[in-house]
């Protein structure tokens, strides 16, 4: 996907370059593989898996992965990830926010309508506690088509329906998570 968004001319357009970034670096292999084995420290870390419809996706959601996440970031990193989508499966997307929080992470659930997939829910995290953003940074706000600070607003506040429900922590040996998924979506 990473290749495509450079060539395909559609994609090209939407992301105008960005992963070119001399700031962005790029990792395409088994995240959890990688992790155990790098000794770099990340200031933002933006991650957006499949969703955990089996095992060898379910162990990238786990506590022993985000620990090991936890051990790669600087005090003041922010972590940003996809989190599947609370509407459709409200216990695997609670899932993935409690076990950031049990593996160490202060994590401030968000949702926004992503047009191919509807409701969609993500979590911005750190290691250290932090304010929910409330205004878009002063060096992006001129630049944003589709946000501004009163959406930016919006996607923190969940609604009733989307509201947090009693789960298990995912762990490797229990992998909770996927069974969440399958029974709210159905398996992949």
Known sequence: ??????????????????????????????????????????????????????????????????????DRVGSDARICIQCTSPFLSRKAYWCIVRTMEAAGFHVRPFHAAVPSFGDWGFALASPVPFETPRRISGNLSGGLRFLNDEMLLSMFNLPTDLAPVDVEINRLDNQVLVRYYESDVGAG
């Open 1 to 70: 996907m990473t290749a495509l968004s450079e060539w395909f001319p559609p994609l090209a357009k939407l992301n105008s370059g960005a992963l070119k970034d001399s700031r962005v670096t790029i990792v395409n292999a088994d995240a959890m593989i990688w992790l155990e084995s790098v000794n770099e420290q990340f200031d933002l870390v933006l991650i957006d898996f499949s969703d955990p419809n089996s095992f060898s996706l379910g162990k990238l959601y786990t506590t022993r992965f985000y620990r090991l996440l936890r």
